[in-house]
């Protein structure tokens, strides 16, 4: 069983930065690519953008696209989630999520494990 926490969130000002980490148990972390995903109040849940097992390739929607960065450390079984220049319509629970692969995916379905999340609110 594999479990990934998220830790970071919390309330900014529009304009702001906040980066989000998502630690992983276990000894896979390095086979599999890992994913952010973002719900915000009566919205469905949308992909922010993911890294591949290796941290060689990353895709973002297009919403957070030159904002914000995922990078990840296999050493420490962490993905972060860099996010800058924050607006309102960012505000959100944020979950990590395992892929169930190394590489890239789009949509929920091709994770398999996921966080329980972390508030992210911006203020305008």
């Known amino acids: 069983q594999v479990q990934l926490v998220e830790s970071g969130g919390g309330l900014v000002q529009a304009g702001d930065s906040l980066r989000l980490s998502c630690a992983a148990s276990?000894?896979?972390?390095?086979?599999?690519?890992m994913g952010w995903f973002r719900q915000a109040p009566g919205k469905e849940r949308e992909f922010v953008g993911a890294?591949?097992?290796?941290?060689?390739?990353?895709n973002y929607a297009d919403s957070v696209k030159s904002r914000f960065t995922i990078s990840r450390d296999n050493a420490k079984n962490t993905v972060y989630l860099q996010m800058n220049s924050l607006k309102p319509e960012d505000t959100a629970v944020y979950s990590c999520a395992r892929n169930r692969g190394p590489s890239v995916g789009l949509g929920s379905r091709d994770y398999d494990y996921w966080g329980q999340g972390t508030q992210v609110t911006v203020s305008s």
């Open positions: 890294i591949s097992s290796s941290g060689g390739s990353t």
């Open positions: 276990g000894r896979t972390f390095r086979w599999y690519a």
